[in-house]
């Protein structure tokens, strides 16, 4: 056998070594939970919401105004063949009602969705970076805070925010009977 042939026997039984190998070596550890964040703005505030809560995030779609039995509520919208509740997600958390927003996140949980001012991007978090919120951030609609970077942002719990909808539907006058 040549010196060449040699060689290439030899780096054939290596590579066959290392795939026999790394089917005996254990499983490499997972790595780290991660969050995915959608950052946003109420007005001036920065909060963000999580992804896996969400269904889609729309823009400028055509909100219907209606009568307000919940103050909260902006109107409707009709997306994909189904109307939806709009909500102001910055009057549920008790800041001032926006003038004009541009966006709508669509929960994923139950047919409704929120609106918000300003979509400021995505951010992927260790769970680490993710702390409880400490005090009565928004009557329990925030119960974390993403940290990790210049401008922590308070976590909107998108589930308590639709409990309290539901909340506020029921506790709302009924409309006026037509004659």
Same mark, same amino acid.
């Given at each position: 056998? $040549?010196?060449? =042939?040699? %060689?290439?026997?030899?780096?054939?039984?290596?590579?066959?070594?290392?795939?026999?190998?790394?089917? +005996? !070596?254990?499983y490499?550890?997972?790595?780290? /939970?991660? @969050? #995915?964040?959608?950052e946003?703005?109420? =007005? $001036? %505030?920065?909060? %963000?919401?999580?992804?896996?809560?969400?269904?889609?995030?729309?823009?400028?779609?055509?909100?219907? @105004?209606?009568? #307000?039995?919940?103050?909260?509520?902006a109107?409707?919208?009709?997306? $994909?063949? /189904?109307?939806?509740?709009?909500y102001?997600?910055?009057?549920?958390?008790?800041?001032?009602?926006?003038? &004009?927003?541009?966006?709508? +996140?669509?929960?994923?949980?139950?047919?409704? /969705?929120? /609106?918000? @001012?300003?979509?400021?991007?995505?951010?992927?978090? +260790?769970?680490?970076?993710?702390?409880?919120? %400490?005090? #009565?951030?928004?009557?329990?609609?925030?119960? !974390?805070?993403?940290?990790?970077a210049?401008?922590?942002?308070?976590?909107?719990?998108?589930? $308590?925010?639709?409990?309290?909808?539901?909340?506020?539907?029921?506790?709302?006058?009924?409309?006026? &009977?037509?004659?």
């Amino acid at each position: 056998m $040549s010196e060449h =042939g040699a %060689a290439l026997f030899d780096r054939a039984a290596a590579l066959r070594l290392a795939f026999d190998r790394a089917f +005996a !070596e254990p499983y490499p550890p997972d790595p780290p /939970a991660r @969050t #995915e964040l959608l950052e946003i703005a109420l =007005g $001036s %505030a920065p909060y %963000a919401l999580r992804l896996d809560e969400l269904a889609r995030v729309v823009a400028d779609p055509p909100v219907v @105004t209606m009568p #307000e039995p919940v103050a909260a509520l902006a109107g409707i919208v009709a997306l $994909s063949g /189904a109307i939806l509740p709009v909500y102001d997600l910055a009057v549920l958390l008790g800041r001032p009602r926006q003038a &004009k927003p541009r966006w709508l +996140a669509v929960a994923a949980a139950r047919p409704a /969705a929120f /609106a918000f @001012t300003n979509l400021q991007g995505r951010r992927r978090l +260790a769970a680490a970076d993710i702390v409880p919120q %400490a005090g #009565e951030a928004a009557a329990g609609l925030v119960r !974390e805070l993403a940290g990790g970077a210049a401008i922590p942002r308070p976590i909107v719990h998108l589930p $308590s925010v639709l409990d309290a909808v539901a909340r506020l539907a029921a506790a709302a006058p009924p409309p006026p &009977k037509e004659r």
